[in-house]
C-alpha cells in the first residue's frame, strides 16, 4: 500500500458524529445484505484484503488531539489485524426472523475506538443456499451516501469472481509524530479549519440572501401563513419518543421501485416525496394499532439531504444538511396525503430550509473541541425531542453487485437510534427495489417488526390509489348477454387489523388479502408540477 500523509483530521461534522456516542448508544450506519450461494470465510478475508488499497481509512483509527485542543484524526493503527473486523457467524434455524434478531444485537453494540471504526459479519446458515454480510460504520467515517461509494469499491459490477492475490497485504505503519509535532499541527489545522467555516458561513448566508431576493416574490403569501404555524410548532411527542436504552431491534422489507417511479409521475410528485408518505401512513398506522389518537397531531420528520457535488460523490466523511418536513397524520386517503407532502417539501425547497439548517449546524460546530466532547454524551440523554424519527432515502446502484461471483440479492440499511427518536427508518434503493430499514430501541418498539406489514398496507394503498397496474393484478371475465367481456383489474386491499392486540403474520409470510370492487376514488388535492429537481437524501 502507498503511504499518504501520516494523518488527516476529522471535519467538524464527523467530531460531531463522535461526541454525541456514549457507552450502549452506537452512532453507526450499516447494513444487511444477502447473497446467492455459499461464500467462504477465508476467500472473503483474502478478498476484503486485497480492497484495502482502495479504502486507507479500513486500517486507520480515531486519535484524539493532544488535551483535546484540536480536532481528532486518522492514523494507522499500529495493531491493525483484519481477522479482529471481518468475521463469521452461523444461524441455527436459518431463518430471515433470526438474522434481523443478530443484527439489533450488533447495532446495539459501540466499537473499539482503539481500532478502526468497521467490520463485517459473515452469516451462514442463511435458508435458501443463501449468505448474508451485516456492514458496520461508525457514522464519523461516512454517511449514508459515502456508504453506498464504499459498499460499489468492495464489491464488483461483474459476475466474474476476480482473482485472489496469492501473497499477504503487507503495509508500513508510518511512524506517528511526536507529541509536540501532534499539538502543533492539531492546533494549527484546527484554527485553519475554524476560519474556513466562517468564510463558508458567510458565503453561505450572501448566496441564501441572494436566492431569497430572488424568489421572494414567487412565495405566495397566503402559502406561508398556512404553513408556519406548522413549521413552528414544537415537536409532539409519539409513543416510540421516549429516551433511549437500549438494545435495539432491527425491522426491514421492500417494495418495487418501479412501481414508486409510477406513482410519482401519475402523482406529480418526486420518489422522495412518496417515500414520505409511505412513512408518514405508515406511523399512523402504528400510532392507531395502538389505540393513539392522531386527530390534530403532526409528524416532524428530520430528512438528511446530500451537500455533495458531482465532484464529491466518493467523499467520505459527513456532507449532509437536515430538513425538518412537519405532515399532519390525519390525512388518512393515500393521493391527498402524498399531495400534501409535496406542497411540503416544494415549500422547503423554495425557502432554502436545507441551508439554513446547514448554517446553523456550522455555527454549532465552531465551538470548541474540548467542550463538544463534554457536551455530547450529555445532550444525547436530554428530554428533548426536536424531531419525532429520521428518515433516510439513498440511491443506490440499479444494476447487481456481486462479491466473488456471488448476486448481492437484497440490501437492507440502518440509521442509528439515540435521544428521544427510539424509532427511525432508513431507505435504500438497490436493482429495481426500494429496502426500508426499520431500527428501534426494545422499550420503545416491543412490536417493530409490525411495521413490516403496515408499510406493505400503505404502498398497496397508495398503488391502488393511485390506479397503478402491477404483476399481481388479476381480471375477471364474465359473461353478458351472450358476449365475453373483461372488467378492470380487481383491487387488492390488506385486511384491516382488528384491534391494537391482533397480532400480525409471522415474518416471512405475506398479510392475507381480500378482493373488492373498486370504489370511487375521493378528489385529490392539486400537486404542484415540479419545478425545482430533488435533492439526493442520505443517511
Known amino acids: 500500500m502507498e503511504n499518504p500523509i501520516q494523518s488527516d483530521r476529522l471535519s467538524w461534522g464527523d467530531t460531531v458524529f463522535l461526541h454525541l456516542e456514549r457507552e450502549g448508544m452506537p452512532l453507526n450506519v450499516a447494513s444487511i445484505c444477502t447473497f446467492e450461494g455459499q461464500i467462504s ?40 489485524d483484519l481477522r479482529y473486523h471481518v468475521r463469521e457467524v452461523s444461524l441455527k434455524r436459518g431463518t430471515l426472523s433470526e438474522l434481523k434478531g443478530l443484527a439489533g444485537k450488533l447495532f446495539s453494540k459501540v466499537m473499539d475506538r482503539q481500532h478502526p471504526l468497521w467490520d463485517m ?38 459476475p466474474q469472481a476476480p482473482p485472489l492475490p496469492k501473497k499477504k497485504l503487507a503495509f508500513r505503519v508510518p511512524k506517528p509524530r511526536d507529541p509536540l509535532s501532534s499539538l502543533t499541527a492539531g492546533i494549527v489545522e484546527s484554527y485553519a479549519d475554524f476560519v474556513k467555516r466562517i468564510l463558508s458561513a458567510l458565503a453561505d448566508v450572501l448566496t441564501m440572501s441572494e436566492r431569497a431576493a430572488a424568489t421572494s416574490g414567487a412565495m405566495p403569501g397566503d402559502e406561508l401563513m398556512k404553513l408556519f404555524p406548522e413549521i413552528t410548532a414544537f415537536t409532539e411527542r409519539l409513543r416510540f419518543n421516549v429516551l433511549y436504552r437500549g438494545p435495539q431491534r432491527f425491522a426491514c422489507t421492500s417494495v418495487p421501485l418501479a412501481e414508486i417511479k409510477q406513482i410519482r409521475k401519475q402523482c406529480q410528485a418526486t420518489v422522495n416525496d412518496v417515500i414520505l408518505a409511505l412513512v408518514t401512513a405508515t406511523i399512523r398506522s402504528y400510532c392507531e394499532l395502538h389505540g393513539d389518537p392522531v386527530k390534530q397531531k403532526l409528524l416532524r420528520i428530520m430528512v438528511p439531504v446530500n451537500l455533495r457535488d458531482g465532484s464529491q460523490a466518493s467523499e467520505l466523511g459527513n456532507r449532509i444538511s437536515l430538513v425538518p418536513v412537519t405532515i399532519p397524520l390525519n390525512i388518512r386517503h393515500p393521493q391527498r396525503l402524498l399531495a400534501a407532502v409535496h406542497k ?71 440509521v442509528p437510534v439515540g435521544g428521544e427518536m427510539a424509532v427511525n427508518c432508513a431507505i435504500l434503493s438497490y436493482n429495481g427495489a426500494v429496502y426500508f430499514g426499520f431500527s428501534g430501541e426494545v422499550h420503545a418498539a416491543p412490536d417493530l417488526r409490525r411495521l413490516e406489514a403496515l408499510l406493505r398496507r400503505s404502498f398497496a394503498e397508495l398503488r391502488d390509489a393511485a390506479e ?8 375477471v371475465r364474465r359473461k353478458k348477454k351472450g358476449k365475453s367481456t373483461v372488467e378492470a383489474p380487481q383491487r387488492v386491499v390488506l385486511r384491516e387489523f382488528p384491534s391494537a392486540n391482533a397480532a400480525l403474520r409471522p415474518d416471512g409470510e405475506r398479510a392475507r388479502a381480500v378482493s373488492e370492487p373498486r370504489k370511487e376514488s375521493p378528489p385529490t388535492a392539486a400537486i404542484e408540477p415540479q419545478n425545482t429537481r430533488p435533492q439526493s437524501i442520505v443517511a
Request: aromatic content about 10%; some cysteine.
Open 468 to 475: 397503478i397496474k402491477t404483476s399481481h393484478s388479476r381480471t
Open 41 to 80: 470465510f477465508e476467500d472473503c478475508i483474502q478478498f476484503v484484503e486485497s480492497k484495502l488499497p482502495l479504502l486507507p481509512r479500513y486500517v486507520k483509527r480515531v486519535v484524539p488531539a493532544p488535551f483535546g485542543l484540536g480536532l481528532p484524526s486518522w492514523e494507522y493503527d499500529p495493531e491493525f
Open 344 to 414: 411540503r417539501t416544494e415549500f422547503l425547497k423554495r425557502v432554502h430550509a436545507a441551508e439554513l439548517v446547514g448554517l446553523a449546524g456550522g455555527l454549532i460546530g465552531m465551538f470548541p473541541t474540548p467542550l463538544q466532547g463534554l457536551a455530547g454524551p450529555i445532550a444525547s440523554q436530554l428530554p428533548v425531542t426536536p424531531f419525532n424519527l429520521v428518515c433516510t432515502n439513498v440511491p443506490g446502484p440499479q444494476s447487481p453487485l456481486y462479491l466473488l461471483g456471488h448476486k448481492m440479492l437484497d440490501w437492507y440499511p440502518y
Open 121 to 158: 459479519t459473515l452469516v451462514r446458515g442463511l435458508k435458501g443456499q443463501r449468505t448474508a454480510i451485516i456492514f458496520r460504520l461508525h457514522h464519523c467515517l461516512a454517511d449514508g451516501l459515502a456508504g453506498v461509494g464504499i459498499m460499489n469499491v468492495l464489491l464488483d459490477a461483474s
